[in-house]
Structures are given as structure tokens and as C-alpha cells.
């Protein structure tokens, strides 16, 4: 059973785990986010509801030629989460 943050103690959690962005933000690993086994859900709530944006997934690569999605197991870049989430940097303040 997770207990609920509050917003001082979510905003200190994600100042620790954020980095600087090439746009004056800051960025937030996902990875980093389920690492430090806090409530997830609850993160990313907070992170869009102080106007945080998920990273576009970039589509990756094709590889292969024609049959290249079918030999690795799917069609490759769908359905992926956002590996960062970034933040202005006056959120973290």
C-alpha cells in the first residue's frame, strides 16, 4: 500500500532526480522515476499537472529490409512509454 506525497516531498524527490535539458528545462528519466520505488502513477500526475511533457519517442530505425519488423518480434517504436519527462525548470523551484 503506497502513501500519498505531498507536493513538497514529490517536488524535492523529482529536483533530485532531474537533470539540466538542452531547452533551459529539466529532464526526468522514467527509469529513474520506477527506481525509486515511490508511486509512480502519482509522479507522472504530478508532472503533468505542473505542465510536464513526455518526450517524443523518436520512431527508430528500420532494419531488415521488407521482413525486418516481422524477425524482431513486432513492429518496432509502437506502443512505446516516454523514456524522459521534461519539466520547466521553475516547477522544481
Given at each position: 500500500m503506497c502513501v500519498a506525497m505531498d507536493?513538497?516531498?514529490?517536488?524535492?524527490?523529482?529536483?533530485?532526480?532531474?537533470r539540466p535539458d538542452s531547452s533551459g528545462g529539466r529532464v526526468i528519466e522514467r527509469?529513474?522515476?520506477?527506481?525509486?520505488?515511490?508511486?509512480?502513477?502519482e509522479l507522472l500526475a504530478w508532472i503533468d499537472a505542473h505542465h510536464g511533457t513526455p518526450e517524443s519517442v523518436a520512431p527508430a530505425a528500420s532494419?531488415?529490409?521488407?521482413?525486418?519488423?516481422?524477425m524482431g518480434g513486432g513492429r518496432a517504436g509502437?506502443?512505446?512509454?516516454?523514456?524522459?519527462?521534461?519539466?520547466?525548470a521553475s516547477e522544481l523551484t
Open positions: 507536493d513538497d516531498a514529490i517536488r524535492t524527490l523529482l529536483s533530485r532526480l532531474a527509469a529513474a522515476l520506477l527506481a525509486e520505488g515511490a508511486d509512480f502513477p532494419a531488415g529490409g521488407l521482413h525486418g519488423a516481422r509502437t506502443d512505446r512509454a516516454p523514456q524522459r519527462y521534461v519539466l520547466r
